[in-house]
């Protein structure tokens, strides 16, 4: 079994300020994560993914996630935050086979005050 | 390409009455999945399909009921909606290959509220 936890459900940060949005999971396999974003009224889109390789992967928005197996973590950072990355991030783990049974936290709000 | 499209936005419906949610997809993806999003918990499983004719059960099935006839469109069928249903439902396909081209696409959700 598999699970994930974001322990906040809501962060506020002021415009061009840094953020981190926690996640940690727990598996009994090794895992792929993933971070989602959902913006509001829409459905969930891929943010970024650790299948393997380097510990750190990117987004194309500046966003990146540093992958620590020993505190099976997955935080989500950004040096410098828009009012446009306003929405709601959830951390999700698969499993490496079969179905992709995915598991989602319960997500974190990202409120950016201007 | 549509992606994952899903109809309708928006739904009420009484106690009791049945209903179907539409998704479609035009990626020729073998997976296919039901979730639903209640405020604080995440998105949880309902239903999956890991290709044409072959359905399974999530981790909230009860009251659900799917189907998968062809590899584009999975619906999902609401027996008799019950108050406890009230959620924003979300559609979502992937490709079956490697691991990394496995990402998933939601669709943009049905809200559904039962009275």
């Known amino acids: 079994a598999q699970s994930v936890t974001q322990l906040d459900s809501q962060v506020p940060v002021f415009e061009e300020a840094p953020v981190e949005l926690r996640c940690n999971y727990s598996?009994?396999?090794?895992?792929?994560l993933f971070w989602y974003v959902q913006y509001p009224n829409q459905g969930l889109q891929l943010l970024l993914k650790?299948?393997?390789?380097?510990?750190l992967v990117e987004s194309i928005n500046g966003f990146e996630a540093e992958f620590n197996k020993s505190q099976t973590s997955f935080h989500l950072r950004k040096p410098s935050v828009h009012i446009s990355d306003t929405a709601e991030y959830f951390c999700?783990?698969?499993?490496?086979?079969?179905?992709?049974?995915?598991?989602f936290g319960t997500g974190t709000k990202l409120q950016v005050i201007p | 390409n549509a992606g994952v499209t899903q109809t309708p936005k928006f739904q009420v419906l009484k106690t009791g009455q049945s209903m179907t949610l539409q998704c479609a997809q035009d990626?020729?993806?073998?997976?296919m999945s039901w979730y639903r999003q209640d405020p604080g918990m995440g998105l949880r499983l309902i239903h999956y399909?890991?290709?044409?004719?072959?359905?399974d059960q999530g981790e909230v099935p009860n009251g659900y009921n799917v189907s998968r006839s062809t590899t584009e469109d999975f619906p999902l069928r609401l027996l008799s909606a019950a108050p406890s249903q009230t959620s924003v439902y979300f559609c979502?396909?992937?490709?079956?290959?490697?691991?990394?081209?496995?990402?998933?696409?939601f669709g943009p959700g049905t809200r559904l509220t039962v009275t």
């Open positions: 979502a396909s992937s490709h079956k290959g490697l691991a990394g081209d496995r990402e998933q696409y």
């Open positions: 598996s009994s396999v090794s895992v792929y």
């Open positions: 650790y299948l393997s390789g380097s510990t």
């Open positions: 999700a783990v698969r499993g490496p086979w079969g179905y992709q049974k995915v598991t």
């Open positions: 990626m020729n993806h073998e997976y």
């Open positions: 399909s890991v290709g044409a004719g072959i359905t």
